[in-house]
């Protein structure tokens, strides 16, 4: 079945260490995008990619790294510099914004949390 | 800038009654328009879009939606709600590559 796999589920981040949450579609989308979710705070855009080897950062990037060497794959690393990291992460993709039959897929997201 | 907003965090409604949700936006242009729901510790699932004809939009499960360009709105409602549809419900407006949500409106449904 096609569709977007985020790993771990949960995951734990101590103090000054970075970790990489995963995130690997097999629906031969181009567009990959990561979005933190806090309560209250609706989904908020760290990074997105419309092609391999491009990305560009969302509203706040700031304390995260994405790269995107293959098309399925759009790895999150949430390095020591992000002060506030706990959070559910939501990875999706699509073949491209703007066009009248698009639409997102998610995965099942990534809890972190800071131990 | 571009924003939604959702203006009810928490909406609790008896099991078979009628639902609204409502949304507006702050887009200069005509905007692309959607709806999507998500059940806890999980991904968003799409409910409907608004991208340009009828402005009376139907989705999955019942739902509907109706963009009102005066208004800046477009308010999700399902005629008879079932206990299933507890859950968090989220507007967003599509500009240039990216999505804007609103914070989210947890439904909660009594028996």
């Known amino acids: 079945d096609g569709g977007i796999t985020q790993s771990p589920k949960y995951l734990f981040r101590k103090e000054g260490q970075n970790v990489t949450l995963s995130c690997e579609q097999n629906?031969?989308?181009?567009?990959m995008y990561w979005y933190r979710q806090d309560p209250g705070q609706g989904l908020r855009l760290i990074y997105y990619s419309q092609i391999v080897n491009d990305f560009q950062k969302g509203d706040i990037a700031e304390g995260y790294s994405v790269s995107r060497e293959k098309k399925e794959s759009f790895p999150l690393t949430v390095t020591s510099a992000q002060k506030n990291p706990t959070a559910f992460y939501l990875c999706?993709?699509?073949?491209?914004?703007?066009?009248?039959?698009?639409?997102?897929?998610f995965g099942s997201g990534t809890q972190l949390s800071v131990l | 800038a571009q924003s939604v907003t959702q203006p009810d965090i928490h909406i609790t409604v008896s099991e078979g009654a009628s639902l609204e949700l409502r949304c507006n936006y702050s887009y200069g242009a005509t905007p692309y328009l959607f709806w999507y729901v998500q059940s806890p510790g999980q991904g968003l699932q799409l409910l409907l879009k608004?991208?340009?004809?009828?402005?009376l939009v139907q989705g999955i499960k019942g739902f509907e939606a109706e963009f009102k360009r005066s208004q800046s709105s477009f308010n999700l409602r399902k005629p008879s709600v079932h206990w299933s549809d507890a859950a968090e419900y989220f507007c967003a407006v599509e500009y240039g590559n990216k999505l804007v949500f609103g914070a989210g409106t947890i439904l909660r449904v009594k028996s």
């Open positions: 608004y991208f340009s004809g009828d402005t």
């Open positions: 629906l031969n989308h181009d567009a």
């Open positions: 999706a993709s699509s073949s491209g914004l703007g066009q009248s039959n698009e639409k997102l897929f």
